[in-house]
């Protein structure tokens, strides 16, 4: 039960941030160093996957993220449990997959003293990540969530790391939440489209009809922008499979049929 004077914990107002933005589902393995966290996400609506092991709850995220076009969540604690969810992090960062790590830091008071399984999460996660922050202040929870979510989502998709100090996350705060973000949709620029149209015509004089190749997120935005034009854009197709793959399941076949 929250109490009425209107503070709320550090772990409360993250919550609250992850329901406004739309959050239905989260996965973790919990860790005492985000226990706050998982206190406020107590009684949400948010329906919460404890797993096994931290790799496979930021490879579920990362899933949720590549099935619905917004931000996988995902808890781990300090130190092995983040290394753990690397995996998730990279295949978010190769694939162009939308994802929020939430990583549990040691409090603040006890900062490079290498205790705890400390981490430097921004030079761990630097170079896989899009981007990554540490919440140092509870009342900027609102602020810098809503920030990772809009550039895991605008742009290239990515996955954005975010640290959460223990200590921070049980500090009460009395602060406004953020309105729910709204991923930017990317298109061509006027020009673009314009010298599009110009050499569709072209073709379509020549009884030419042309096809517009596209990356899957932005046919319907080609559609829409050239839908009075004489091509088609159709989507990307399933990748063949590789000479090597035909030769091994060749080879595999061979052998089942020699199997007595």
């Not at 209107?6 to 239905?24: K, Y």
């Not at 015509?201 to 030419?208: E, I, L, M, S, Y």
Request: charged fraction near 25%; glycine fraction near 10%.
């Amino acid at each position: 039960m929250r109490p009425s004077d209107g503070m709320r914990t550090g772990g409360e107002v993250l919550a609250d941030q992850l329901v406004i933005h739309g959050v239905r589902h989260v996965f973790c393995v919990p860790g005492e160093s985000y226990i706050a966290a998982l206190d406020g996400l107590y009684g949400s609506p948010i329906e919460l996957t404890v797993c096994r092991q931290e790799g496979g709850a930021s490879m579920m995220a990362e899933a949720i993220g590549k099935a619905t076009g917004r931000p996988g969540i995902c808890f781990v604690t300090r130190g092995p449990g983040a290394t753990n969810a690397s995996a998730g992090l990279h295949i978010a960062r190769q694939d162009s997959t939308p994802m929020i790590l939430f990583v549990g830091q040691v409090g603040r008071d006890m900062r490079e003293r290498e205790a705890f399984q400390e981490l430097d999460y921004r030079a761990v996660f630097g170079s896989i990540a899009k981007w990554v922050t540490e919440i140092d202040d509870p009342a900027r929870i609102p602020e810098l969530v809503s920030r990772a979510f809009s550039i895991a989502t605008n742009g290239r998709p990515g996955p954005v790391v975010v640290a959460l100090p223990e200590d921070m996350l049980a500090e009460r705060v009395t602060v406004a939440d953020a309105p729910a973000f709204e991923p930017v949709e990317t298109w061509p620029g006027a020009a673009e489209i314009e010298r599009m149209r110009q050499l569709l015509a072209a073709a379509a004089g020549n009884h030419h009809r042309p096809l517009v190749g596209s990356g899957e997120r932005r046919v319907d935005a080609l559609r829409r922008a050239l839908r009075h034009s004489a091509g088609d854009v159709v989507p990307p197709q399933p990748r063949r499979r590789s000479v090597a793959s035909e030769l091994c399941g060749r080879s595999q076949q061979r052998s089942e049929s020699k199997t007595p």
